[in-house]
C-alpha cells in the first residue's frame, strides 16, 4: 500500500481523537443538558408518579413504548447491515461498518431504557428478571416482556461484542500513535494487539463467527418486539405478519438512520474522501429495496384487515386510513415509500442530498409507524364505550427529545475516544489510488451519483 | 390445544430448560394472604334510615372499628371508634328490599366529608363572604335563644321563619310543634322538584293528597308520562325492586314499558318503545288513549268514576281527543295511539304513571288529572299491577303547611309580612330557586339567620349563625315515607356511630332552645328527641290493635305493617271539568326557539347532593358525564348550530344565561334543550364549588296557576355557540351502536 | 398444572365463581357502580384527571345509542372483569401479579405488580384500571375504607376482584360451620346492592344454583365470546316486545 495514503489515512482518522475544539464543548454542553432534562424528568415521574406522562385508559401504552419499538428497530442499522456485508463480502462497506455497529450499540442502549422509564413502579423492576429468590419466585416466562428481555440483552452484549472486536487493531494503532497515559489506555483496549498473523487469522475468524451469530439474533429481537404487540388480542396487534414487518421496519429505519450518520460524519470530520458517493449510492439502493419491502407489508396488512372487515378491527383500520389517526398514516406512507422511490429510486434525482432527505423522511415515517401501530389500536379496542385517545405530555415529549440529543450525545463522545471509520479494514481493503494533490472538497462537489 | 395449553408447552420447553427443578414458580406465589391466615375484620350491621330524598329507604350499615385521629385536651391522638363503613339496604324494609340507589350508598360521604362544618360558628365577615369564627355551643345556643327572647318579648312571634326541605315522620312534627307553640307561622318548605301538583290532583281525583305507590312487579303493561321512576322519581329503589319483577319476575310474561317523554331518560332509556310527544301535550296524549279504548266499547266512561268526571267532555268519551286531533297537538301517529289505546286496554293489569316535566308546565295539573283518568278507566287504582296509596302511620305527618318560599321572600321584600329571624334546616333555596323570586335578596333583609347546616352552601353562607347538624349517621332518625310500599311504614334508626365532629342533632338543638328560652314553650316538648321518637312508635297500633315493641323497632329499623287502606278524603275541592289549554311557555318562540328542560340529575338530584365526590365521579348513565355540566341537543340542532359534541355553548332565556358544553344525542327531540340540575354551585365544598353551570339560574318563574308550583319546564331558550373550552369530561368513548354485534 | 388444578376443583365439586347479568332487568341505575367503589376502597381522581381518562370503575355501566330521532333505543350492559376462564390478561403479565386461581378467577396481586400495564391493553374489555398516582382521601374520608381490602398505591393495576374478600369470608364462615356456602348466601357487593336484580352471582359447580341456571338460559351470550376468553359471565339477552305471544 502507498505509504504516504496509510500516513494520510491514519492522520485523518486520529485527528478527531487528538484535538478538540471549542465547538466539541459546545456540541457535548448542549447536548448533554438535554439528556439531563431528559433524566431530570424521569426522576419527577417516579417521585410523583407515571400520571405526568398523557398515558390513560384505554391507550395505557404511549410514547415511551412508540421510542422503544422505534429505537429497537434503528438499532437493526448496525449489526444487521455490517453483518450482512461482511458475510457477502461488500468491499464497500468498509468505511461504514463501524458506525453501523455503533449505532446498534446506542440505540439500543437508549431503546433498552424504556421499558423501564415506563414502569409503573420502576423501582421494582428487577422483579422482571430471572433470579433465585427465597419464595423461589420466577418471573413469568410465558410473557413477550420476559422475552422481550432475554432477547434486547442477548442483542445488546452480541452487539457490543461486535462493535468492540474490529475496534482492537485500531485501538493498538491509538496506542502506538500517542503517548502518556493515553497511550496506556488505550493499550489496555487493545487486549496486547501486536498484529501478529495469529492475531489477524483469530480476528477474523472472531468476526466471522460473529456477524453469522449475530443476524439471527437481529432478526429475532425485533420479532420478539413485535411479539409484544401480536400476542395480544387486541385490533390490528393480532396479526401473524407482524414478526417479518417489524423487522423490515426495523432494517429500513436502520439503512436511514446509518445514511443520516455517515453524512452528519463526512461533514462534521470532512471524511468526505472516504465516505464516497458509491456509498450512498449503494446504501441509497437497500434503501429502496427496503422501502419496496416495507410498503408490500403495509398494503398486505392494510388489504387483509379492509377485505376482511372484521367488527373489531375496522375501528382501528378506518382512524388511521380516514379518521383522527389519517393525517399520520398518508404522512407515512408518503416519506417512507413515495420520497424514497422518487429521489432515490430514480436515477435522474438521485444526490447525496437526496438521500439522505429520504433517509430523514423515513426515520420520521418509521417513527410514526410506530407510534400508528400501537396507539389507534388501543383507542379503538373492542368494546366502543371505552374508545378513547392519547396525546403526549411535556414529560414524554421531554424524554423523547432527550434520546435523541443522547444518541447524537454518545456519538460525539464516541468519535471523540475511537476512531469513527475501521482504520485497519480500509487498509486492508482495496481503496481507490490515493490522489494526493486532489482537494478534499471535490468529493463533496462530485455532488450527483454516478 | 388452546392458548392456556400452548404457552404452557413454551414455557415449559423455554423454562424448563433454564430453571430445571424450580418447579412451578406460579404455585409457589403467595396471592394475597393464604386462607388460612385471612381473618376478615369483624364487621356489624346496624339499621340507618336514608335521608337524601324522601323515600326514605332503609339502610343496613356496615359497622367496623377503626383508627380516628381526636384531639382531646389539646392534644392530637387516636382512638378506636365503631365507624359506618358501608352503606347498604334494609333487606327486611318493604321500601326498598335490600336495595339502595347510587345516592343512598353515597351518603356515607356525607358523614366523612372534608369540609363539613364540624363545630358552632358565627359570621366573622360580610354576610355572604363566607368568613365565620367558630364558636362554643353555649355561646351559638344563648345567642339563638336571645334572638328568639327577643321576639317574644317585642309581641312578633309571628316574624320567625323556619325554611326547611320536606320533613317527613317527627321531625316534622316537631318542628310544627316548636313553631305553632312558640306562635310562628308553619314551616316553609322549598325543594326544587316539588310534588304539590300531583298530590293536588291525587287528592282530586282519588281523594288522597299523596304520591302514588305503583305495584309494577305485577304490572303487565306500563305508560310513563315523563316519570323518571326508575332513575330519581318518587321512590326509585322500591320502582328499580319492582321493575325487575316486571321484566322477568314471572315465567312467561314480559311487561311492556312504553315511556312518553322528549328527552331520553334513564328510565325511557329501559322503554321497550319511546314516543317523544310534544312538551306539555302529555295528558291530551293520555285522553287519546282513554277515547280509543271508550270508543271500542272495552270500558265505559263511568267506570272511571269521580278520576273521569274532572275531565271535560269525558261522560261523552272524549269526542274532542279523537286520534287524528291528538296526532295534532301531541305529534304522535294516530295510528300508533290506535294502537297503544289498543294494547293497554288489552294486555293488562295497565297503570299510566305521570311525573316530572308535565307537571312543571302551565296546564300541568291537568295532565295529572288526565293520566288519573286513564288509570281510573283502565281499573289500576287499587288493583293488583296498579296505582296505590299508601295508608300512612298516624302520627307521623304534621299537617300544617307553610307558606311558600316565593311568598315568604315576597312578603319579605314588599314589607307586607317582614321576618326577623330565620331558622333554615338543610334546604338550599338561594340555588334551587329561580333568580325572579329573588331569594337570596330577601333573605340578605332578614336581620338575623340561623342555619342547622352541615355545610357551608349558598345558603348557609347567609347565616349569622350555624349550628351544624350531626350527620343521618350520627343521629337518630326516621321516616314516615308517602309512597314505595303498600304496607304503612314508619323507618327508624339509632345513632350508626359516634359524632365525628362537635355537632348536634337539629332536633335536640330546637328542643333545647324551647327549653332555655326567657318564656319556655308551653306545653313543654319532650325531654329528647329519642325520647319523641319513642313515644310515637308505642303509640303506633297493629292491625290487631296491639302496641308497637320500641326495641324491635330500633333493632329492623322501624315499623311497617299491612294497614286497612285509608278511606279517600270526600272531593272537597272545587275542580270543575277541565279541558286542554295549551302550556305558556316563557319567552317568545322566534326569539327562544327551544324549549328548556331541567331534569333530576342521576347523581345529584336536584344539586344537594352535589359535593360527594363519588357522585361527581359518577358516569351519567346516558351521557358518561363526570364532574361537569352539559345540554344534550339532537344531532340536527347541533349541526344546524354548527356545534360539535363538546362545544361551549351559551343558553339564553328571558331570564338569564348560563354558558355549558354540549352533549350531542340522538335521544332528544330536535326543539328541546334538556340540562341536567345539580351543578353550578358557587359555593358548595371543594367537589362542587365553581363547577359546571345551574339551569335554574335562567328559568322563569312560570307557576302552575293552580298549586303555585313552579313550572320548571316552561322556559324557553335560544342556544348560540360561543369561543372557549366547554370543560366537559366523559367517561363514555364512541358512544355509537354496538359495534360488536348485539344479539 | 393450573388447568388440572381447575379441573380438579369442578370433579371436587369446589367453587367456580360466575355471574349472571340480566340486560332485560338492568336499568342503568348504577348502584352498583358507587357499591363497587365503597366496598373495594376505589379512590376517585377528581376532574381533572378524570379528564385524562385516569377514572377508575371497575364496574361501568355501558350505554349505546341504536338507531335515530324518532326510532332511538339506548341499550344498557354492565361491564366489570369477566373472570375469563382463558385470560388474554395472564399470560403476558411478566410478574404472576395477574394470574388464575384454582376457583376461576383472575386474580390481581397488587403487592406483585410492577406496572407494565400490558395486561390493560391484552384485555379486550378494558375493565382493568391503573394507578396513575398514589390514591388520596381527604381526610377524613380516608374513614370510610373497608378494611378487608388493600389500598392500591401508585404504578399498580386494579380490577374487579369478584369481591374475592367477602368469597374468602364466606369460605371461612363456611368452612368454620362444617359446610358449602348456600347459594346466594354470598353476594358481590355489585349485586347486594342491584336494585333491579339484575345481577346474581354463585357458584358454576353447582349445577342447581341460580347462576348456572342463568348461565343456561337461551338469552345467555358471552361478551366477545369470539375471541375465546371463556369468561365467567354470562349476558341475559334483553328482549322485546312482541304482540303475538312470546313475551
Ligand atoms: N425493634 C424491634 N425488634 C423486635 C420486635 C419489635 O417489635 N421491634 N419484635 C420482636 C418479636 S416479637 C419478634 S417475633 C421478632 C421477629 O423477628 P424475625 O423472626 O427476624 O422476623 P421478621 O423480621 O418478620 O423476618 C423473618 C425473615 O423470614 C423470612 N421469611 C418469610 N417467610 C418465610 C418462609 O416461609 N421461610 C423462610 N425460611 N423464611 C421466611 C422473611 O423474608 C424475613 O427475612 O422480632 C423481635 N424484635
Ligand atoms: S331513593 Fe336513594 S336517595 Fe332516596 S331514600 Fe332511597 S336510597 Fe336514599
Ligand atoms: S375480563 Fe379482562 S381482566 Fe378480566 S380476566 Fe378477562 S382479560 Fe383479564
Ligand atoms: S401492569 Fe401489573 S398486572 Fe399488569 S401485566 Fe404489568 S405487572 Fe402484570
Ligand atoms: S364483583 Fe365486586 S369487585 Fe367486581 S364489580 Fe362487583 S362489586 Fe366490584
Ligand atoms: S345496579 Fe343493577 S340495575 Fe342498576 S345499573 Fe347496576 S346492574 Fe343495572
Not at chain 3, 358481590?188 to 336494585?195: F, R
Request: net charge negative; hydrophobic share 45%; proline share 6%.
Amino acid at each position: 500500500m502507498n505509504p504516504e495514503a496509510d500516513r494520510r489515512m491514519t492522520e485523518d482518522f486520529l485527528r478527531p481523537l487528538l484535538h478538540t475544539t471549542w465547538k466539541f464543548y459546545v456540541a457535548v454542553a448542549f447536548f448533554g443538558s438535554i439528556v439531563l432534562a431528559g433524566f431530570a424528568t424521569w426522576g419527577y415521574q417516579i417521585y410523583t408518579g407515571i400520571g405526568i406522562a398523557g398515558i390513560n385508559s384505554p391507550v395505557f401504552w404511549g410514547f415511551y413504548l412508540v421510542n422503544f419499538v422505534f429505537w429497537i428497530g434503528i438499532s437493526h442499522a448496525g449489526t444487521l447491515i455490517s453483518a450482512i456485508l461482511r458475510l457477502v463480502n461488500a468491499t464497500w462497506r468498509r468505511p461504514i461498518t463501524r458506525c453501523a455497529e455503533a449505532i446498534t450499540a446506542f440505540a439500543l442502549m437508549i431503546g433498552a431504557m424504556f421499558p423501564l422509564i415506563h414502569l409503573g413502579r420502576v423501582w421494582l423492576f428487577y422483579w422482571l428478571l430471572p433470579y433465585p429468590s427465597q419464595r423461589g419466585l420466577w418471573p413469568n416466562f410465558r410473557s413477550p416482556l420476559v422475552w422481550d428481555f432475554f432477547a434486547i440483552t442477548t442483542y445488546l452484549l452480541s452487539s457490543l461484542l461486535f462493535l468492540l472486536l474490529p475496534m482492537i487493531p485500531d485501538f493498538a494503532l491509538v496506542r502506538d500513535k500517542t503517548t502518556g497515559i493515553r497511550s496506556r489506555i488505550y493499550g489496555l483496549l487493545s487486549f496486547g494487539w501486536r498484529g501478529t498473523p495469529k492475531h489477524w487469522h483469530r480476528l477474523e475468524s472472531g468476526m466471522h463467527i460473529m456477524a453469522i451469530v449475530i443476524l439471527p439474533i437481529a432478526v429475532s429481537v425485533h420479532t420478539v418486539v413485535s411479539f409484544d404487540f401480536s400476542m395480544a388480542v387486541v385490533p390490528m396487534w393480532h396479526s401473524t405478519i407482524f414478526g417479518p414487518y417489524f423487522v423490515t421496519g426495523a432494517i429500513f429505519s436502520g439503512i436511514a438512520a446509518l445514511i443520516i450518520a455517515m453524512a452528519l460524519l463526512r461533514r462534521l470530520l470532512h471524511l468526505e474522501y472516504y465516505l464516497r458517493p458509491i456509498h450512498f449510492q449503494n446504501m441509497g439502493k437497500l434503501l429502496v429495496t427496503m422501502s419496496l419491502l416495507w410498503g408490500y407489508f403495509v398494503f398486505n396488512e392494510r388489504l387483509t384487515v379492509w377485505y376482511g372487515n372484521e367488527s373489531h378491527e375496522t375501528g382501528v383500520f378506518w382512524a388511521t386510513q380516514a379518521g383522527d389517526y389519517a393525517p399520520f398514516f398518508w404522512t407515512m406512507v408518503i416519506v417512507n415509500f413515495v420520497v424514497p422511490i422518487v429521489l432515490v429510486g430514480i436515477r435522474r434525482f438521485r444526490t447525496i442530498t437526496g438521500t439522505v432527505i429520504a433517509s430523514c423522511g423515513v426515520v420520521v415515517g418509521m417513527w410514526l409507524e410506530r407510534f400508528l401501530i400501537i396507539i389507534p389500536s388501543l383507542s379503538y379496542k373492542q368494546l366502543s364505550y371505552m374508545w378513547g385517545s392519547y396525546a403526549p405530555t411535556w414529560a414524554e415529549l421531554t424524554i423523547m427529545a432527550a434520546t435523541f440529543a443522547g444518541i447524537a450525545l454518545l456519538f460525539l463522545l464516541f468519535s471523540k475516544f475511537v476512531p469513527i471509520i475501521s482504520i485497519w479494514e480500509l487498509k486492508v481493503g482495496d481503496q481507490p489510488k490515493i490522489e494526493t494533490d486532489q482537494p478534499l472538497a471535490d468529493a463533496e462537489a462530485e455532488g450527483e451519483l454516478a | 390445544m388452546d392458548r392456556r395449553q400452548f404457552v404452557k408447552v413454551s414455557a415449559a420447553s423455554g423454562a424448563a430448560a433454564t430453571l430445571a427443578g424450580c418447579g412451578s414458580p406460579e404455585n409457589q406465589l403467595i396471592r394475597f394472604i393464604p386462607e388460612e391466615q385471612f381473618t376478615p375484620g369483624i364487621a356489624i350491621h346496624k339499621p340507618g334510615v336514608c335521608t337524601l330524598c324522601s323515600a326514605g329507604c332503609g339502610m343496613q350499615v356496615r359497622v367496623m372499628d377503626g383508627d380516628v385521629e381526636v384531639v382531646k385536651d389539646g392534644q392530637l391522638g387516636v382512638m378506636q371508634k365503631p365507624l359506618a363503613k358501608k352503606l347498604e339496604g334494609n333487606s327486611e324494609h318493604p321500601v326498598n328490599k335490600g336495595k339502595l340507589c347510587v345516592r343512598g350508598q353515597a351518603a356515607i360521604q356525607v358523614t366523612y366529608h372534608p369540609d363539613r362544618i364540624t363545630r358552632p360558628l358565627k359570621r366573622a365577615g360580610e354576610r355572604g363572604s363566607g368568613q365565620f369564627t367558630p364558636v362554643s355551643w353555649e355561646e351559638a345556643l344563648a345567642e339563638l335563644v336571645a334572638q328568639l327572647d327577643g321576639l317574644a318579648g317585642a309581641g312578633s312571634q309571628g316574624a320567625l321563619r323556619f325554611l326547611t326541605r320536606p320533613l317527613t315522620g317527627q321531625r316534622s312534627v316537631l318542628v310544627g310543634e316548636f313553631l305553632s307553640r312558640f306562635g310562628a307561622p308553619a314551616a316553609t318548605t322549598f325543594e326544587f322538584f316539588g310534588e304539590q301538583v300531583l298530590r293536588r290532583a291525587n287528592e282530586a281525583s282519588f281523594g288522597f293528597s299523596q304520591l302514588p305507590t305503583f305495584d309494577l312487579a305485577r304490572s303487565s303493561y306500563v305508560i310513563g308520562f315523563g316519570a323518571d321512576f326508575l332513575g330519581t322519581w318518587n321512590s326509585p329503589v322500591a320502582q328499580n325492586v319492582a321493575y325487575g319483577e316486571m321484566r322477568r319476575g314471572r315465567p312467561g310474561v314480559r311487561a311492556k314499558f312504553v315511556q312518553v317523554e322528549p328527552r331520553m331518560s334513564q328510565t325511557g332509556a329501559n322503554a321497550d318503545e319511546w314516543v317523544p310527544a310534544s312538551m306539555g301535550t302529555e295528558g291530551v296524549l293520555a285522553l287519546g288513549i282513554a277515547h280509543v279504548i271508550m270508543r271500542s266499547g272495552s270500558r265505559q266512561p263511568g267506570d272511571a268514576g269521580r278520576a273521569g268526571a274532572l275531565i271535560a267532555g269525558w261522560s261523552e268519551g272524549l269526542a274532542d281527543y279523537a286520534p287524528e286531533e291528538v296526532e295534532r297537538i301531541t305529534g304522535v301517529d294516530a295510528a300508533r295511539i290506535e294502537r297503544l289505546a289498543r294494547e293497554f286496554a288489552e294486555y293488562g293489569p295497565s297503570v299510566a304513571l305521570i311525573g316530572g316535566a308535565p307537571l312543571a308546565q302551565t296546564n300541568g295539573l291537568f295532565h295529572a288529572l288526565a293520566v288519573n283518568a286513564l288509570n281510573a278507566l283502565i281499573g289500576s287504582i287499587g288493583a293488583p299491577g296498579g296505582v296505590f296509596f299508601t295508608p300512612r302511620p298516624d302520627g307521623f305527618v304534621s299537617g300544617a303547611q307553610g307558606a311558600s318560599i316565593k311568598d315568604v321572600a315576597s312578603g319579605i321584600l314588599d314589607g307586607r309580612a317582614p321576618a326577623e329571624v330565620l331558622l333554615i334546616n338543610d334546604t338550599n333555596p338561594v340555588f334551587g330557586a329561580p333568580p325572579a323570586w329573588r331569594v337570596a335578596e330577601a333573605l340578605s333583609a332578614i336581620p338575623y339567620i340561623a342555619s342547622f347546616g352541615q355545610f357551608i352552601d349558598e345558603t348557609s353562607n347567609l347565616a349569622d349563625l350555624i349550628l351544624p347538624d350531626h350527620s343521618l349517621l350520627e343521629s337518630w332518625v326516621d321516616a314516615a315515607p308517602e309512597s314505595g310500599s303498600m304496607m304503612s311504614v314508619a323507618s327508624l334508626a339509632p345513632p350508626v356511630m359516634r359524632p365525628l365532629h362537635q355537632t348536634r342533632a337539629m332536633p335536640d338543638v330546637l328542643l333545647t332552645v324551647g327549653r332555655s328560652l326567657g318564656q319556655p314553650l308551653e306545653p313543654a316538648l319532650p325531654g329528647s328527641y329519642e325520647e319523641m321518637l319513642r313515644a310515637a312508635f308505642e303509640a303506633l297500633r297493629e292491625p290487631d290493635g296491639s302496641s308497637v315493641s320500641w326495641t324491635t323497632a330500633q333493632r329492623q329499623g322501624g315499623w311497617w305493617s299491612e294497614m286497612p287502606a285509608a278511606s279517600p278524603s270526600p272531593s272537597v275541592l272545587d275542580e270543575g271539568p277541565r279541558a286542554f289549554e295549551e302550556a305558556a311557555f316563557d319567552g317568545d318562540p322566534r326569539q327562544y326557539p327551544f324549549h328548556f328542560l331541567p331534569f333530576a340529575s342521576q347523581a345529584f338530584l336536584d344539586g344537594s347532593l352535589a359535593h360527594l365526590p363519588w357522585l361527581q365521579e359518577l358516569p351519567d348513565v346516558m351521557s358518561s358525564a363526570m364532574w361537569s355540566s352539559w345540554v344534550e341537543i339532537n344531532p340536527g340542532t347541533a349541526s344546524g348550530l354548527g356545534v360539535v359534541q363538546g362545544d361551549l355553548v351559551e343558553l339564553t332565556s328571558d331570564h338569564g344565561t348560563v354558558r355549558v358544553p354540549v352533549f350531542v344525542s340522538p335521544a332528544i327531540a330536535p326543539n328541546v334543550i334538556a340540562m341536567p340540575v345539580g351543578q353550578g354551585h358557587e359555593t358548595f365544598t371543594r367537589y362542587a364549588s365553581g363547577r359546571g353551570a345551574n339551569p335554574i339560574s335562567i328559568l322563569a318563574p312560570t307557576e302552575e296557576p293552580t298549586t303555585g308550583a313552579l313550572a320548571w319546564a316552561a322556559t324557553r331558550v335560544r342556544v348560540a355557540k360561543v369561543e372557549g373550552d366547554g370543560g366537559l369530561i366523559l367517561y363514555g368513548g364512541a358512544l355509537r351502536e354496538h359495534p360488536e354485534h348485539s344479539r | 398444572m393450573q388447568e388440572e388444578q381447575v379441573q380438579q376443583s369442578e370433579q371436587n365439586e369446589g367453587y367456580r365463581w360466575g355471574m349472571a347479568v340480566d340486560l332485560d332487568r338492568c336499568t342503568g341505575c348504577e348502584a352498583c357502580v358507587t357499591a363497587c367503589h365503597a366496598e373495594n376502597n376505589i379512590p376517585t381522581v377528581g376532574a381533572e384527571q378524570a379528564s385524562g381518562g385516569r377514572t377508575l370503575h371497575w364496574m361501568r355501566i355501558e350505554r349505546y345509542f341504536e338507531g335515530e330521532f324518532p326510532d332511538v333505543q339506548a341499550k344498557f350492559r354492565p361491564v366489570f372483569c369477566q373472570q375469563c376462564d382463558n385470560a388474554p390478561c395472564e399470560p403476558v403479565c411478566p410478574t404472576y401479579a395477574s394470574h388464575h386461581t384454582e376457583e376461576g378467577l383472575n386474580a390481581q396481586v397488587y403487592n406483585r405488580c410492577i406496572g407494565t400495564r400490558y395486561c390493560a391493553n391484552a384485555c379486550p374489555y378494558n375493565v382493568r384500571f391503573f394507578n396513575f398516582y398514589n390514591p388520596e382521601w381527604e381526610k377524613p374520608l380516608h374513614l370510610q375504607l373497608n378494611p378487608d381490602v388493600s389500598v392500591r398505591e401508585v404504578g399498580v393495576m386494579e380490577k374487579c376482584t369478584f369481591c374475592i374478600q367477602r368469597i374468602n369470608t364466606a369460605k371461612i364462615d363456611a368452612k368454620a360451620n362444617d359446610e358449602t356456602i348456600q347459594d346466594g348466601s354470598l353476594q358481590t357487593a355489585c349485586v347486594q346492592s342491584c336494585t333491579a336484580n339484575a345481577l346474581v352471582f354463585g357458584n358454576l359447580n353447582d349445577p342447581e344454583s341460580e347462576v348456572s341456571r342463568l348461565a343456561r338460559s337461551p338469552r345467555g351470550s358471552k361478551l366477545l365470546d369470539d375471541l375465546g376468553t371463556e369468561p365467567s359471565v354470562t349476558y341475559l339477552n334483553r328482549e322485546t316486545w312482541h304482540e303475538s305471544g312470546s313475551r
